[in-house]
Each structure stands twice: as C-alpha cells, then as structure tokens.
C-alpha cells in the first residue's frame, strides 16, 4: 500500500500570503496524484488532477506540481475561502490511499 | 445539475450489516467510475472502495476487504455499499463519488454523505 505523508500537519498563514503544501509519497506514483479541499459540514472538492492540472472551476492561485514521490499544492495569494483542510490522493495503484491531511488555518 | 445523494446511514451495532445507497442524477451512470470515502470523527479522508463504470471491476481498502461490498444498479441510476460484520472503527461519515471516466480514477463529484454510527 502507497502511503502519503502530507506537511505540515497545519499550517498557519494570513489572507494574501502564499501557501505551500508538500505531499510525499512511499514509492512512486508517477502523475497520479490530486488534491482536494475539505470543509467542515461540506463535501470534499477535487482541485488538481495528474498532479498538475487544476479541475474545472479551480482559480489560477491554485497550483500543483510534482511527480514520482515529491508534489506540492501552491495557493499563490490565500484568500478566505481557502482556509480548509487540503488532502493528497494518489490513484496509481490499488489501494488508492489518501495523506492524512493538512490544516490550512488563518493566522 | 450533477447530484449525488447518499442514504442509508444509521445506528448500527457491532457485528452488524447496513446498506448504504447513493442515487446519481444528472449525468450518464453506466459511463462513470463510482466510489466510497468515509471521515471518520476526527480523522481524516480514508478511500473505501470503487467500481468500474460496467460494473465488472471492483477495489477494497484493506480494512474492508471481505466485509464490504460495492455494486451498482443502471436501472436505478443507484450506487450501494452493502457493509457487514461492522466494527467501532467503521463509524464515520461515509461519502460516494463518480469520476469522469468509466475507470475509477480521481473523484470529481462528491454527495454530501450519509452517517454510520457503530454503537451497542
């Protein structure tokens, strides 16, 4: 089983600032890794898809990069509505697993 | 507008069996990759299980392996989990999800989900 190790666990930051989220996997999974958001009471939202290509909707300051065991969420310009908890998933080999989340709080 | 609706959610007690239920609208079912993810209180997203579009694939997460089964209706446009010998640790709010493709790939549009409690 693939295991993604996301940091860090919560990350403090201010509306307008940049925010950087790292996912790590345990052994490659190529391009096939996404992002979602997750609000309380809300139902997750796929952000990223192929580790780099933003889902329909998703503004710009939303970015992704990354392959094989390294990928990281880039939130150029944090706005109010990004304050949630992000999750990595991989979808290259079964079982698909997600990271265990990271907590994206305002400062 | 696509809509996923879950159902089925309950009280349950340990060693029980439930069947959950997510009705699809919107979108052509027999084309879309289905899956199951549930939070647990406090925890984070844990992936359960997918189906293919036809039907004739199907995946566990290990934890469930063997006490879970996912399958699909194209006449009812129905997605189910028919969940058994339930534990404590199977409590959680328990989402589905389609995919774009007819291979379960990443999970594009989510239901709101429907809670599972395990409780004597």
């Known amino acids: 089983e693939t295991v993604l190790t996301q940091s860090p666990a919560t990350l403090s930051a201010s509306p307008g600032e940049r925010a950087t989220l790292s996912c790590r996997a345990s052994q490659s999974v190529s391009s096939k890794l996404a992002w979602y958001q997750h609000k309380p009471g809300q139902a997750p939202r796929l952000l990223i898809f192929?580790?780099?290509t933003r889902a329909t909707g998703i503004p710009a300051r939303i970015s992704g990069s990354g392959s094989g065991t390294e990928f990281t969420l880039t939130i150029s310009s944090l706005q109010s509505e990004d304050f949630a908890v992000y999750y990595c998933q991989q979808y290259d080999n079964w079982p698909y697993t997600f990271g265990q989340g990271t907590k994206l709080e305002i400062k | 507008e696509v809509q996923l609706v879950e159902s089925g959610g309950g009280l349950v007690q340990p060693g029980g069996s439930l069947r959950l239920s997510c009705t699809i609208s919107g979108f052509t079912f027999s084309s879309s990759a289905m899956h199951w993810v549930r939070q647990a209180p406090g925890k984070g997203l844990e992936y359960v299980s997918a189906?293919?579009?036809?039907?004739?694939?199907?995946y566990y997460a290990n934890s469930v392996k063997g006490r879970f089964t996912i399958s699909r209706d194209a006449s009812k446009n129905t997605l189910y989990l028919q969940m058994g010998s339930l534990r404590g640790e199977d409590m959680a709010v328990y989402y589905c999800?389609?995919?774009?493709?007819?291979?379960?790939?990443?999970?594009?549009?989510w239901g709101q989900g429907t809670t599972v409690t395990v409780s004597s």
């Open positions: 999800a389609s995919s774009t493709s007819s291979w379960p790939l990443t999970m594009d549009v």
């Open positions: 192929g580790a780099s």
């Open positions: 189906i293919s579009g036809d039907g004739g694939s199907t």
